[in-house]
């Protein structure tokens, strides 16, 4: 798949998740998918499906579903958070590479 057409596809699944229908409100998707601004505890299983998904417990999410959050809704938020994550890792090696190229180019 030419370079185009994979970043046209990362984008769609971007749009998808945060402006898509879905049972999590639009601003909580957006705040899951950049790891911030969300209140505790929910910020906890956010930062943990992002950061070190190895250590999310059932408490982390028995924690936010005492919040008032349904399984849905976690489930949408856990999505946006591990996107986001892998979206800003994207980007981040999309651009060592552009700078790799042009520092391989000019030396």
Do not use: W
Not at 50 to 73: H, Y
Not at 79 to 95: D, H, K, P
């Amino acid at each position: 798949m030419p370079d185009d057409k994979k970043r046209a596809a990362h984008r769609a699944l971007v749009d998808r998740i945060l402006s898509g229908e879905g049972r999590a409100a639009a601003q909580q998707r957006a705040h899951a998918f950049g790891n911030d601004g969300l209140s505790p505890p929910l910020d906890t299983l956010i930062s943990k499906v992002a950061t070190r998904p190895a250590q999310v417990t059932e408490a982390d999410f028995a924690a936010a579903k005492a919040l008032g959050f349904s399984e849905d809704q976690l489930f949408e938020l856990v999505i946006c958070a591990a996107v986001g994550q892998s979206a800003r890792l994207y980007e981040a090696g999309l651009a060592a590479l552009a700078e790799a190229t042009v520092n391989g180019e000019a030396g």
